[in-house]
């Protein structure tokens, strides 16, 4: 059962536009971490959140956690090609298992 | 400094062929999982140790699988019997102690059941 969820699935846009890719649950969580995956690879940690209302930015990217810990965003400002991945959210509750969203295929083309 | 490390990266196996995959956390973190990603979905637990102790397992793990960790360091995933169900990425992560538990993954191993 997804406890996670992200919308969209698929998000294909043109370089130097902005999105925004969601995750939403029902469930609160102590921490949301973000993670970058490509093809055939592992997913690669972006950024952890873990205050509720917590804003934390890495270059164009800004993830935010929802104030009652159930939601988190991640905006990408001016998209680039090398922006392209699959990008899943997971909710942690100490150092129990992670709980993972579907993902959200991102595409940019140039 | 040295991330996790999975060998191998690929496994092609025949139906019925038992399997064994191996993970080397990095050098401080005392845990580590063992997840399981299907194509386009994200990773699902399947089980969890912290030092030598296996704490958790999912259901998912059914009684072909077993996962050890002998000394804490390393660790090992054994499927037995495969199926051609358990063609899928199977990933492993490690965290340290306090924080925010962050998880930092291997690059998977890849196993295909023909």
């Known amino acids: 059962t997804q406890l996670l969820e992200q919308s969209p699935q698929f998000l294909s846009i043109q370089e130097g536009e902005n999105l925004t890719v969601y995750c939403n649950s029902s469930?609160?969580?102590?921490?949301l971490q973000w993670y970058r995956q490509e093809p055939g690879e592992g997913p690669v940690l972006l950024v952890t959140?873990?205050?509720?209302?917590e804003v934390k930015k890495l270059k164009r990217l800004t993830f935010q956690f929802g104030d009652a810990r159930k939601d988190s965003s991640l905006h990408i400002t001016a998209a680039q090609p090398g922006d392209t991945g699959l990008y899943l959210c997971?909710?942690?509750?100490?150092?129990?298992?992670?709980?993972f969203g579907q993902g959200t295929r991102l595409t940019i083309n140039p | 400094d040295t991330g996790v490390s999975q060998d191998p990266r690929h496994k092609i196996t025949k139906r019925g062929q038992n399997v064994t995959f191996r993970c080397d956390p990095i050098?401080?973190?005392?845990?580590l999982y063992w997840y399981r990603q299907t194509l386009g979905q994200g990773p699902e637990f399947l089980t969890y140790?912290?030092?030598?102790?296996?704490?958790?397992k999912s259901r998912l793990l059914s009684d072909r699988f077993s996962a050890e960790r002998p000394k804490g360091s390393f660790s090992t995933l054994e499927i037995q019997r495969t199926e051609q169900g358990d063609s899928a990425m199977y990933l492993c992560?490690?965290?340290?102690?306090?924080?925010?538990?962050?998880?930092?993954f291997g690059p998977g191993t890849r196993l295909t059941v023909t």
């Open positions: 992560a490690s965290s340290s102690t306090g924080g925010a538990y962050e998880q930092y």
């Open positions: 050098s401080e973190h005392n845990r």
């Open positions: 959140v873990v205050t509720g209302g």
């Open positions: 997971a909710g942690g509750r100490g150092a129990q298992k992670l709980v």
């Open positions: 140790f912290q030092n030598e102790a296996q704490l958790e």
């Open positions: 469930s609160v969580f102590s921490s």
